[in-house]
């Protein structure tokens, strides 16, 4: 399935699309963290997109700085774990940065880089703790890369691509941080599940991800 870029970019279309990967992902991405963590990342990451579906359908015509406002709330109140606090700071990030008349590249790249300095504040996760740190900083600096002259949905897709290399380097990694800290060699070739979900969010502004099977391999989906 070729996947293409919508003619005018949404955060609405764009979290519509999220709620729809995690829930077409939701057994992978348990599976994953069975091995690795909790196991209980897959369902959060559906609860919180159901929730911030939830939120969305209240609002009347939301624009972008709304709907990406809504799906930070449903995180933050609605999801327990280390997930819903983490991807809530996120997207709270890109609702402040993100402005009611419209994203821009340039606004989706300052909310991702805020974003990322919030989480590593509150978590204290630095690139190579195998966490989605490891996705979201190379996606922070594609969107920056992008930010000059892109489309907000050219810049995501670019974002995508570096946050799936990311979350295939995790794989190599060893924890530091977490659960899979304490599994030592056997969370090695093991992808971080927390990476694998904000891969999903970047992809998800292009199209809905329905098998995370190509991305994890690193073999383009078509």
Known sequence: MTSTLP???SSELWIRRFADSARATEAQLTSLDQRVGDGDFGTNLALGTSA???RLDALTRPDDAAALDAAAAAFLDEVGGTSGPLFGLLLQ???TTVTPSGATAASLA???TDGLAAIRRVGDAAPGDKTLVDALTPAAEALRSASGSSRPDQALADAARAAWQG???TARLRASMGRSSYLGERAEGIPDPGAVGVALLF???ADVVRDLGPHLDGDRPG
């Open 167 to 169: 979350v295939r380097e």
């Open 110 to 112: 300052e909310g991702v």
């Open 203 to 205: 992809a998800s502004a």
């Open 7 to 9: 003619a005018v970019f």
């Open 93 to 95: 990030s890109l609702a």
């Open 52 to 54: 911030a579906l939830a």
